[in-house]
């Protein structure tokens, strides 16, 4: 889908659906409107477009409520109006979300042209802009490959007509610019979630990631292999790939800005890369595999938040750690029982080898620390205790920095994305030691499962480091409530958030 600026604009860009906006007059209490005067606000329309709407009967019936939408010829070409309601009330993930389903009602054009002054929230121009387009590209993505007779043409060309100086051209066009750079990189991410475990192998994810990454300025990438994290003692890491017919990969990757200077902020990320979760000998019942291809998206996340980051050429500092495998049984495979000495030297007796993510990122912590990052950031679908603490719709937030989770629940807002942060309570850290090991990989019972498993990972950051934990079981996929998500399948929420921490760090 390509996105042409036209400023300056009179007239609409010749395309084969026209796109205006209309609001709802808010009713006045003591003058109530009368039934012959208009109910719209429909400020961005021409003399013409306007004619050709009040011309027909049934035009009268609209009344630019949210979700309603009308359309009718003029001119040759179809004119969708969309209502927004009342324009002081429209907020910008009203916007995005009624921008979600209008992309849905053109998609099936090859064109579109949409007089986009009439699409913002509180009168912020820019803003609303980076919503359209994000909303546009979120919603166009669609899986298909493997589909034999994939889904028709996609619209194509999206003209973004304003009357805004054209003097403006080069602002508002970065801002389309970054927009399409985030939203390409959340539908790089869907793409990695959405593949089969039967083709996304560990060795064929990293392959993937690392050749995406070849042409991004600043980024460099290396992987280490099971020769590589022996040596670097990783056995809980290993512990995991223990069952697997393929090889565990860590992806370190680096972004380093243009300019460096000591005050240049520098962030870790670290993710779950699990690209498909048996159990292992603690087995997952059938239902509850089904879809495990979706414990990487913690890692598809952070790697897509990065992507981003530095095709947007942040100026901050980025390590990102991807520790990747499947968790698999054969007679290799780690039993329970099973206790296993981490890289940073605890030991760990492994009770249950499905709470398998937490051995993974404990080994990729302590490696991120060696770096000595200001804070480090780690996504993983850790527990199904997120989905029955906080649904499928809030992202849980964990930290050993208040500072930090606060940055990062303000970015979530700013993002128009759900997070809330659960405690890591002394009482939860202890749980998790062990009587015959330092550690144990699970707690003692299944209650506040979601920060005892942050309690466990918090054993693997240096106390000198500032570590949030983001739990993404929930929100991770089918996201039915948002129309910019396929409703089943990798959602790319969160990503938008971490590039606003990025942004302000
Ligand atoms: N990948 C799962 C977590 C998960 C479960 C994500 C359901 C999304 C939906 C994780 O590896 C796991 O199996 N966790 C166990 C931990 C338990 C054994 C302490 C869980 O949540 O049941
Ligand atoms: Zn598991
Ligand atoms: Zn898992």
Redesign the pocket.
């Known amino acids: 889908m390509k996105f042409t600026l036209n400023l300056n604009a009179k007239e609409f860009s010749k395309a084969e659906v026209v796109v205006i906006s209309a609001f709802t007059k808010p009713e006045k209490k003591e003058t109530k409107s009368k039934k012959t005067e208009s109910k719209l606000v429909n400020t961005h329309w021409s003399k013409e477009v306007k004619a050709s709407f009040e011309a027909i009967n049934s035009s009268a019936n609209f009344n630019g409520g949210k979700g309603e939408t009308y359309t009718f010829a003029h001119d040759g070409v179809d004119v969708l109006v969309v209502g927004l309601g009342e324009k002081t009330k429209l907020t910008s993930e009203d916007l995005r979300k009624e921008l979600a389903k209008t992309y849905k009602s053109i998609s099936k054009y090859k064109s579109a042209s949409i007089q986009i002054d009439g699409f913002t929230f509180k009168s912020k121009k820019e803003e609303s802009l980076a919503v359209l387009v994000e909303a546009f590209g979120m919603t166009s993505y669609t899986f298909d490959k493997y589909l034999t007779k994939k889904s028709d043409a996609k619209l194509a060309t999206v003209n973004l007509d304003s009357a805004e100086a054209k003097s403006k051209a080069k602002k508002l066009q970065k801002i389309v610019d970054e927009a399409i750079a985030v939203t390409e990189s959340i539908n790089v991410a869907r793409d990695f979630v959405n593949e089969p475990p039967n083709v996304l192998r560990s060795t064929e994810y990293a392959k993937r990631v690392k050749k995406d990454v070849e042409k991004i300025k600043g980024v460099k990438c290396k992987i280490l292999g099971k020769k590589e994290l022996k040596k670097e003692k990783m056995n809980l890491f290993l512990s995991v790939n223990a069952g697997s017919a393929y090889e565990p990969q860590l992806v370190h990757l680096t972004y380093t800005p243009s300019k460096v200077t000591k005050n240049t902020k520098h962030i870790a990320f670290v993710g779950k890369g699990?690209v498909f979760?048996t159990?292992g000998y603690?087995l997952?019942p059938g239902g509850?595999m089904v879809n495990?291809k979706f414990?990487m998206a913690g890692s598809a996340t952070v790697y897509a938040a990065f992507r981003a980051a530095a095709k947007l050429g942040l100026n901050v500092k980025i390590t990102c750690i991807l520790g990747m495998t499947d968790?698999a049984v054969n007679e290799h495979a780690t039993m329970p029982d099973a206790i296993v000495t981490g890289r940073n030297g605890k030991t760990v007796e492994i009770l249950?080898t499905?709470?398998?993510?937490r051995l993974v990122m404990a080994d990729c912590l302590d490696y991120a620390c060696d770096f000595k990052p200001d804070a480090i950031i780690d996504c993983a679908?850790?527990?199904?205790?997120c989905?029955i603490a906080l649904g499928t719709e809030v992202c849980g937030v964990m930290s050993s920095d208040q500072k930090l989770a606060d940055k990062l629940l303000k970015s979530a807002s700013a993002a128009d994305e759900y997070m809330w942060q659960l405690p890591i309570i002394p009482e939860w850290s202890k749980d998790m030691k062990g009587t015959i090991s330092d550690l144990k990989n699970?707690g003692g019972s299944?209650w506040g499962?979601t920060a005892k498993?942050a309690a466990f990972l918090q054993e693997f950051v240096r106390d000198d480091i500032s570590w949030a934990h983001l739990d993404i079981?929930g929100v991770?996929d089918s996201q039915s409530h948002l129309p910019y998500c396929p409703p089943k399948g990798a959602s790319g929420v969160v990503i938008r958030s971490l590039v606003d921490f990025l942004k302000n760090s």
């Not at 679908?381 to 205790?385: E, P, S, V």
């Open positions: 699990l979760d159990g603690s997952k509850s495990m414990d968790n249950n499905d709470a398998e993510g679908t850790l527990t199904g205790a989905l699970i299944r499962g498993a079981a991770g």
